[in-house]
């Protein structure tokens, strides 16, 4: 069945939104160390069916050690796509000993093509979104349990409700499930914030403004990024959007770190201004220290680098009170280039994440096929593993998780078996051992 909505999964138009995004001006930046000892290890190499492809969001790691996730396609080919492989996607599992086993896969009218990754209650059941697909051709939340029994929580509606959950939900100690859509809504379509409690029932928390419809002069947020929303233990939401202020960087704002409270008002916290000295269009997960501060990236700004008038992209920090810091802006493509992802952070206070592009120089036509990366606590980067595009994986994808030995675990977009998808791979899971 043609897909209803235009979703970004191959390899070109996933590339495209960054390269399309990237900036350059002169700029001193800050010291990066070349990659340290590392043991990277290829855990599954995607096939496309019936193991799935094109994995393009983070992994969930439970207490014993077993990683779970999703594909956008393969698994049963029920679903045409070009460039193929063909299938609407599946929930996979790789035990500790490296097996893959496929607990679920996806048909139209359970959903179809997960964006996003998976949450897990006690009882081993996991939680997540369908970009497309249900009812309304408009995306689903899903249950699936550890048996690969699956049930469609909830089928996404144009109306109100909004439509084309591409994020990551956040759960509470209820069952109840938290999350954005990146359309619908209102009249402008920007997109919510939305609760399901354990039947299924939605209720919409706060509704996206468009900062350039209806006449609306700008200044505005709208459009929820990929990394939807976190929640502190006082029940407010945090996220990141486009839009905020405007200028000649930004003609309809650079984007903004955003705030909706409890009784369901919101603020931006922080405009990005773009330019040399501030980052462009976040988009992964943020996270919070315990201090209350948010971390994460923007696809671009910083100035300096990659060819282009956007820059690289940042690392950046934005305190309880609004204030940004930059804590990294990304130099040249040997460094890394256009984070798309979120970041994790150690109890030492190193942040781990990756780019999409950028590394090997020989990769990809000079443009780099990607770099895991740790900035530590005084803004020193040191790239951990540069992908060369071949068996290894190439486009790493949001997010990163660690376990408690400091081994860390992701997922490539593309690369892997040189056999699957037209000989380019259909992604892979991998680990960074310390």
Sequence with gaps: MTNPHPVSISRISWRAASIALAFAVVLGVLPTQSAQAQTFTVLHAFQG?????WPVAGLLLDPKGNLYGTTTTGGDGSCN???PPPGCGVVFKIDTAGKESVLYRFGHGHGQNPLAGLVRDAKGNLYGTTNVGGHFSRGTAFKVTPTGQQTVLHAFDKGVG???PRARVVRDSLGNLYGTTETGGNSTGSGVVFKLNKFGREKVLYT???YVCNGQSGGGFGFPFSGGVIRDSAGNFYGTASGGTMNDQCKTGCGVVYKVDKAGVGVALYS???GNNDGLA???????DAAGNLYGTTQAGGGNGCGNSFGCGTVFKVDP??????LYRFADKLDGAYPTGGLVRDPQGNLYGTTQMGGDPTCDGGFGCGVVFKIDPSGTETTLYAFTGGTDGE???PDLIRDAPGNLYGTTLDGGDQTCARKTGCGVVFKIAP
């Design 49 to 53: 069916a019936p193991d799935g492809a």
């Design 81 to 83: 796509h070009f460039p």
């Design 162 to 164: 909004g439509s084309y």
């Design 208 to 210: 996206f403004s468009c």
């Design 272 to 274: 990005f201004t773009g």
């Design 282 to 288: 976040p988009s992964g997960n943020l996270i919070m």
């Design 321 to 326: 009170s609004g204030h940004e810091t930059l």
């Design 395 to 397: 486009f790493p994808n």
